[in-house]
């Protein structure tokens, strides 16, 4: 094989390595500068009438409530706590 075919292999590996490097940190970034749109906002109401929100929709798995809480702001990069309250509203 000659010097420069291999040269030529080696150097187009590495444009494709750096390519992918660069695509994968693109959408990572794009990723996570994301803010919760609207229609993914809900609210979980508590016996005392206080409402929390809630990042998507609340579920019930067996017996409790399980929703993403939203600390921060909403249009600032908020951080979310994955939060399960018994459904009955007693303590276990």
Known sequence: MRRDVIFASAFARRV???????LLVAVSTHVGAQTPGADSLYRVFLRTGEGLPSYGEPAVVGGRVVFNLIVGSPTDSPQLQLVNLNLAGEPQ
């Not at 494709?16 to 660069?22: K, S």
């Open 16 to 22: 494709a390595r750096w390519t992918v490097l660069v």
